[in-house]
């Protein structure tokens, strides 16, 4: 079994800052990429920053600029440092990760969520 626990959430002003933290844990052979998804009220499920095994990133437009992904591949754990928060940026935010749990089984997986709620 494979678990991801995000931390870090909470709620800022606009304009503030916060870092998210998700560790996964249990039967990890290795891991691929590791990302960031968010989930606004009403809205669909977006990416928001994705990070590679051996560390390229990607961005959603709206978060450029303002948001670093990285990861620790020591502690199995990726981090998403979020800076000059908008009260657009207000959403559960997701960790995702894709984990050979054996040399020959890989599956998706996805933490539980941490809300991030940015006041105007």
């Known amino acids: 079994q494979v678990q991801l626990v995000e931390s870090g959430g909470g709620l800022v002003q606009a304009g503030g800052s916060l870092r998210l933290s998700c560790a996964a844990s249990?039967?990890?052979?290795?891991?691929?990429?590791m990302g960031w998804y968010r989930q606004a009220p009403g809205k669909q499920r977006e990416s928001v920053a994705r990070i590679a095994s051996v560390g390229s990133t990607n961005y959603a437009d709206s978060v450029k600029g303002r948001f670093t992904i990285s990861r620790d591949n020591a502690k199995n754990t990726v981090y998403l440092q979020m800076n000059g928060l908008k009260p657009e940026d207000t959403a559960v935010y997701y960790c995702n990760a894709n984990i050979w749990t054996s040399s020959t089984l890989k599956g998706d997986y996805w933490g539980k969520g941490t809300l991030v709620t940015v006041s105007s």
């Open positions: 249990g039967s990890i052979f290795t891991i691929n990429g």
